[in-house]
């Protein structure tokens, strides 16, 4: 696919994702745990509070689970990412579900092995 006018030449191109830049510091964050009132309003204004930006996010409530997946970008975050990761899973501590943030490369390699 071409790249279109005035896009960087490391964008991605795909439909959905044009505006994805090689720029962006992506991570994936997980959210997994028994279903309650305002695990995604608790995460995502923790995300907010520390300039995140979220891209996708995808979730699901089965048989009473809660799942939660997300790609954000942290390149604007004035916090170290292992700050930014154990502020997270102190939040899904105080929800009572857990909450796992890896940078985009570290998480792709994972699911390699």
Known sequence: MRTPK?????????PYRSWYTAAM???ILSVVGKDRV????AICTTLAQDNVNILEISQ???D???????????????KEFHDLSMELE??????????????????IKMQRI
């Open 38 to 41: 305002g695990i995604i309003a």
């Open 25 to 27: 510091q992506k991570a």
């Open 90 to 107: 102190d939040v899904g501590k105080e929800l009572g579900v857990v909450v796992k943030l890896q940078r985009e490369d570290i998480f």
């Open 6 to 14: 005035g896009q960087e030449e490391t964008s991605f191109t795909t």
């Open 64 to 78: 009473g689970f809660f799942t939660m997946m997300l790609v954000c970008d942290t390149d604007k975050c004035p």
């Open 60 to 62: 699901t409530i089965m």
